[in-house]
């Protein structure tokens, strides 16, 4: 079976196909999820978000202009809606490109399963990241990943930044990888 | 678009730790499914045009830090709805305001239940101990055929 097009899911969710908005959902549920988390909002929070965010588009199915926008329309209204829960919990929104070297000193607090030592180095490593680096890496390894306009819409950032702010993520996840990787004593690269 | 290629496997084991500490929970996914059967055809919308409390403006943040209510505005063609939100202790009070004036019969929906009060002939109403989250109104209309309802909003 071929895979439906995103403007043919719409179209038959907007005439009232549930299999159609069920598809939608399993397609993007996931980088709604990662945005909420990735700017670090609780479980319950990002819960809230989604909600909101897919009742969002429950509203606008037989009204969006461009089918081809709606996975930046989709983290557009998770962003939004996710400033609106850091305002309301007192917490700081980022602005600008400044933020990039500012660490967030909040690793990521829940208690996790993890397999290996050096699956947790990179969980913990992840969760000290700014916060942009971590909405920005946790949505690009979504089941469906985003394209750069899209990863654009999640951060509010121009598409043009966003391949130079990927690289730093990238490099400042490393780094600090590394970091715990030799106070732990353990000085492989683990890229076997 | 190139990439380093340990770029590449360190998103490759990002992806797998992300997926075993933090995957969506099948009740968030449930709820996103769920939120279809709130897909309404035969009412206008009224889209939030408005909310002091998001944004940067000045007036948000003096809302913000003076704790003061919250100001939502929804437009509908030919007809606008404002609802202040205010704290009270765990719920929400609303009081909102019709315009143009009108008596209505108004349901704040929610996930989760249902509150119907009345808007009187200038078009006020009020409902106290709303339930925290995600809500919507639902706004008949005295003397009106076509019904609106707002957009989700979450409070």
Known sequence: MSERTTADLLGAAAAGDRGAWDTLVERHARLV????????????????????????????????????????????TTR????????????EVFAGEGDLDVETGDPTPE????????????????????????????????????????????????????????????DQLKKRLRVREVAVGNTETGET | MTIEPTFDSLLDELRRVVDQADPIPDAVIRAAKESFVWRTIDADLAALVNDSAAGDTAAAVAVR???????????APGVEVEVEVGETGRGRRLTGQLVPVSSARVTIRSMTGAVDVVADEFGRFSADAVPAGTVRLEIERDGSTSPVVTSWVSI
């Not at chain 1, 949505?139 to 730093?168: F, W």
């Open chain 1, 80 to 91: 939004h809606e996710c400033f609106r829960v850091m305002r309301r919990t007192g917490r």
């Open chain 1, 111 to 170: 208690t996790v399963v993890l397999d290996s030592e050096r699956d947790r180095l990179l969980w913990a490593a992840l969760g000290e990241l700014p916060q942009r680096c971590q909405v920005l890496l946790r949505a690009m390894v979504c089941a469906e990943p985003p394209s750069y306009q899209e990863l654009a819409a999640a951060l509010g950032m121009p598409v043009g930044s966003i391949g130079p702010t990927r690289s730093r993520c990238l």
């Open chain 2, 65 to 75: 830090a003076s704790g003061a209510a919250r100001l939502l505005t929804f437009q």
């Open chain 1, 33 to 76: 999820w990662s945005i909420a988390r990735g700017y670090g909002l609780s479980a319950a929070d990002a819960a809230d978000v989604s909600q909101t965010a897919w009742l969002r588009l429950v509203e606008h199915v037989g009204r969006l202009r461009d089918p081809q926008g709606l996975v930046a329309w989709l983290a557009t």
